[in-house]
Structure formats: structure tokens, C-alpha cells
């Protein structure tokens, strides 16, 4: 078997070998935790710019992240101002040797989501706008049977032929397929671009229900993605638990100058 013989430089870094033993962790794990150690103690961690700096995917680097985490190596946390609400600043502590508070604190943050995620009912989200209108009973009532009755199937057919058919200018070809087919892709769209954001912000991407989707589908209507964009951010910034009923909300307050009529 062939011995490994080390050739130092001036440049180095030193890391505990601790991490680097750890069979939980994979080498993944490993060599993405040695990059950001031998960073500068100032250095700004960003997702984007760590994939810049290897040729693995955002997915991969996200999961070597997730994997530090798991195992207390490194910790996130989103930062509050001076009232208490969250920023769209994050700070990130990194440790060559695992954290159990880093773990508890972990295990405690998910175990909230989950918790949270199984409390949203239909009963707490907002009722629909439109609501279901039931269909009124049609009773079938006994016509007297008088000479007259025999003429009501002709005086209904006169009547109808009676009523003339609207001209051209008066006929109107309706446009919702268009619409719905024009929402529907908004709505994907603004999804997508909505977990892109969550990803960046290290939150868990959630599932999103048929109810929820066809609530933001009404309320995206015909306003255009360059209106609606903003207000993610500020939906993932603002509202952790539930950022897709606040964006909703965001929506629906657009003012009436900035919607689209089709």
C-alpha cells in the first residue's frame, strides 16, 4: 500500500481533525466545511457564491450545508433588528468540533415548522371570495287539469321564437380559456420563483396545496409578474411560517391602477 508523503507551503489552513474523521459526514460535507474554514473570519457566506467557487450544483451545495447543520458543524440564523422583525441578513457560525446546542437548536427549529405546518387548517386560511351557492330545490308541483293547459307547450314555444337572436356587434366571444391558461402560468412562475427564494434563505420548501394554489391563482388575476415579484421577497423576508398567505394578502392590497384588465 502507497504512503502518502505531504508537501506543505506557506499557505495553509488548520483544521481539527475531528471533522475530518467524522464517518456521519461525507467527503462533501467535508470539503465544502474546509473551503469556508480557510476563509477570512469577515467573509460574506452566500449559497450562489459558493457554487461559484466549485463545480458542484446549487442542489449539491445546499445538501453539504444541510449535512454541516444536521450534525452541529455549522449553524444559520436569520437576524432581527431593533423591533424584533427578521432582516434579510443572516449569520453563519461555523465549528470544527459538532455543537450540541447547535443540534437542540436545529431539531427545535423544525420540529416548530412541523407543528405549524399541521396546525394551518382550512379553518385559518381566508374563506374564498366567491362563496358556493347551493342549488334551490325544484319541487314538482300537480297542475289542475283545466282546457287552458292544453295550449301552455304552444304559447311557451311562440314566446321563445318571439325573442329575436342579437346581432353581430351584440354577440361577444368569451376570452376565459385565454385567461386561465394566462393566470395558470403566473401562478407556476410566481412558485417557483417564490421556493427559489426560500432556498436561498436556507427555509424548507413546503408543498403547496390545490387550495392554496387556487387562492393565489384568484388573487394574481391579471396583474403582471413585475408588480407581483417584489412582494415575494418581502413575503419570504417577513412571514417564515407561512410566506404564501402573506403574499396573497400583498396581492390582493395591490392598488386597482397596477391590475391588468384582459
Not at 43 to 66: C, I, N, P
Not at 102 to 126: A, G, H
Request: proline fraction near 5%; charge should be positive; charged fraction near 30%.
Amino acid at each position: 500500500m502507497p504512503k502518502i508523503k505531504k508537501v506543505y507551503e506557506k499557505d495553509y489552513t488548520i483544521i481539527s481533525n475531528r471533522i475530518l474523521c467524522d464517518a456521519d459526514l461525507t467527503l462533501k460535507a467535508k470539503g465544502l466545511f474546509a473551503y469556508m474554514w480557510s476563509q477570512r473570519d469577515d467573509w460574506d457566506f452566500y449559497v450562489t457564491e459558493l457554487v461559484k467557487h466549485s463545480k458542484a450544483g446549487r442542489d449539491q451545495v445546499m445538501s453539504a450545508l444541510d449535512e454541516l447543520e444536521k450534525h452541529g458543524y455549522l449553524f444559520r440564523s436569520r437576524n432581527r433588528n431593533e423591533l424584533g422583525q427578521l432582516t434579510n441578513k443572516s449569520t453563519w457560525l461555523l465549528s470544527d468540533a459538532p455543537k450540541k446546542s447547535w443540534i437542540e437548536q436545529k431539531n427545535k427549529k423544525s420540529q416548530e415548522k412541523k407543528t405549524v405546518k399541521k396546525s394551518v387548517d382550512n379553518s385559518s386560511l381566508p374563506k374564498s371570495e366567491n362563496p358556493t351557492q347551493e342549488k334551490p330545490k325544484q319541487g314538482n308541483p300537480t297542475l289542475t287539469r283545466t282546457d287552458n293547459n292544453k295550449d301552455l307547450s304552444k304559447q311557451g314555444l311562440n314566446l321563445s321564437l318571439s325573442k329575436s337572436l342579437p346581432n353581430k356587434n351584440q354577440r361577444r366571444v368569451s376570452k376565459t380559456p385565454a385567461q386561465n391558461y394566462e393566470r395558470d402560468e403566473k401562478t407556476n412562475q410566481l412558485i417557483f420563483y417564490l421556493n427559489q427564494k426560500r432556498a436561498e434563505w436556507h427555509l424548507d420548501i413546503t408543498p403547496i396545496s390545490k387550495r392554496e394554489r387556487q387562492q393565489l391563482a384568484s388573487a394574481v388575476g391579471g396583474r403582471s409578474l413585475k408588480d407581483i415579484k417584489p412582494l415575494v421577497d418581502t413575503a419570504v423576508v417577513n412571514a417564515e411560517r407561512y410566506p404564501l398567505g402573506y403574499l396573497v394578502t400583498m396581492i390582493k392590497n395591490l392598488p386597482e391602477a397596477e391590475h391588468e384588465r384582459i
